[in-house]
């Protein structure tokens, strides 16, 4: 360890250290299932899943990763 990496908060794989505590492959998903949310704040974990081709089980940990930090821009 050499002090640039870090664990992705959102699937726990080592990365290398950037502001949003995330892997890009996370932040790419995140991204997916927050615009996706904006356009249809209704909907259900199921249904931003299956629209946006990531699994519930993440679509969960997202909307609950923000629902702690309650980040401001997003839903
Ligand atoms: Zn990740």
């Known amino acids: 360890m050499n002090g640039n990496t870090r664990n992705c ?3 726990q ?7 949003f505590s995330m892997c890009h492959n996370c932040l790419t998903e995140m991204e997916k299932v927050h615009s996706y949310v904006k356009k249809h704040p209704q909907v259900s974990v199921r249904e931003v899943s299956e629209a946006t081709n990531v699994s519930a089980h993440c679509v ?3 909307v609950t990763f923000f629902l702690n930090r309650s980040m401001s821009m997003l839903w």
Request: with cysteine; proline share 8%.
């Open 60 to 62: 969960r940990k997202i």
């Open 9 to 11: 908060k959102m699937c």
């Open 13 to 19: 794989k080592p990365m290398v250290y950037s502001a």
